[in-house]
Nanobody
Framework: QVQLVESGGGLVQPGGSLTLSCAAS????????MRWYRQAPGKEREWVAT????????NYADSVKGRFTISRDNAKNAMYLQMSSLKPEDTAVYYC?????WGQGTQVTVSS
């Protein structure tokens, strides 16, 4: 069965960096586009970034453009989200998604 497992979340100070990972299994990873979403407390889940199956096309929400980088390693069945210049408003649970499947999420907290 399809499994998506996020890791790498934690507490980081404003301006800091963090890299999230998503380990995928149960499907042919290299054939699917993948996405990161996030959900802040009291808010709806929002799309963060998308990467094509080959990793050659990426798209970002305006709120993270220039600060976050999505990437993937098809040999390792893994996707990543490098986050830099983090702001308190980036605090959320971050999810990886391969339509219609979701991971369990990993908490990112940006606070001093």
């Amino acid at each position: 069965q399809v499994q998506l497992v996020e890791s790498g979340g934690g507490l980081v100070q404003p301006g800091g960096s963090l890299t999230l990972s998503c380990a995928a299994s149960g499907f042919t990873f290299r054939r699917y586009a993948m996405r990161w979403y996030r959900q802040a407390p009291g808010k709806e889940r929002e799309w963060v970034a998308t990467i094509s199956s080959a990793g050659d096309i990426t798209n970002y929400a305006d709120s993270v453009k220039g600060r976050f980088t999505i990437s993937r390693d098809n040999a390792k069945n893994a996707m990543y989200l490098q986050m830099s210049s983090l702001k308190p408003e980036d605090t959320a649970v971050y999810y990886c998604e391969r339509d219609p499947y979701w991971g369990q999420g990993t908490q990112v907290t940006v606070s001093s």
